[in-house]
T-cell receptor, first 112, second 115 residues
Framework: KNQVEQSPQSLIILEGKNCTLQCNYTVSPFSNLRWYKQDTGRGPVSLTIMTFSENTKSNGRYTATLDADTKQSSLHITASQLSDSASYICVVSARGDYKLSFGAGTTVTVRA | KAGVTQTPRYLIKTRGQQVTLSCSPISGHRSVSWYQQTPGQGLQFLFEYFSETQRNKGNFPGRFSGRQFSNSRSEMNVSTLELGDSALYLC??????????????FGPGTRLTVT
């Protein structure tokens, strides 16, 4: 069964600090990995999409890394802002399968 | 370009009733996927439609059904509602013009509460 596990489940950081979220997956054969940001009560918004040939991708203060060999990804948030408070969801797609496997998400709370 | 729209945004139903949710994808997008999101289970895939055909289905009972119209708009129906069906139902659309990597755009969701 394809699985996506995220850690930590939640974290609290002070405004201006950095943080890193982790995602481990067992999806195979791997096609691509996405990170989404979901604000409370709203739909997820894509931050990055990476294929197996990409090991890092940035979107502003968000930087995602991918190690397809160890099946691990991380999302690094630099100089956090209050607006970064949200749930961050890791999503993995298998090659030849249009279904997406979702992680449970990491809830990030940024405090002033 | 307008984003994915879902109606209604909020809905309260009673156990045993049925409900229909609507999703209008981004113009030009032919694929529409539906997801259920609950605090305990996270996001779970319901089904995906492409050009009016159901292409993929998740592990949900037959009470959950959907359809897609020729203009790519999609509806999802849940019959004989149960308390556990209370959730945020999200719709996502994509072009799926080719290749394995396609961007999915989510709507704001419909918050369904079953009492």
């Amino acid at each position: 069964k394809n699985q996506v596990e995220q850690s930590p489940q939640s974290l609290i950081i002070l405004e201006g600090k950095n943080c890193t979220l982790q995602c481990n997956y067992t999806v195979s054969p791997f096609s691509n990995l996405r990170w989404y940001k979901q604000d409370t009560g709203r739909g997820p918004v894509s931050l990055t999409i990476m294929t197996f040939s990409e090991n890092t991708k940035s979107n502003g203060r968000y930087t995602a890394t991918l190690d397809a060999d160890t099946k691990q990804s991380s999302l690094h948030i630099t100089a956090s802002q209050l607006s970064d408070s949200a749930s961050y969801i890791c999503v993995v797609s298998a090659r030849g399968d249009y279904k997406l496997s979702f992680g449970a998400g990491t809830t990030v709370t940024v405090r002033a | 370009k307008a984003g994915v729209t879902q109606t209604p945004r909020y809905l309260i139903k009673t156990r045993g009733q049925q409900v229909t949710l609507s999703c209008s994808p981004i113009s030009g997008h032919r694929s529409v996927s539906w997801y259920q999101q609950t605090p305990g289970q996270g996001l779970q895939f319901l089904f995906e439609y492409f050009s009016e055909t159901q292409r993929n289905k998740g592990n949900f009972p037959g009470r959950f059904s959907g359809r897609q119209f020729s203009n790519s708009r999609s509806e999802m129906n849940v019959s004989t509602l149960e308390l556990g069906d209370s959730a945020l139902y999200l719709c996502a659309s994509s072009i799926q013009a080719g290749g394995p990597v396609y961007e999915q755009y989510f709507g704001p969701g419909t918050r369904l509460t079953v009492t």
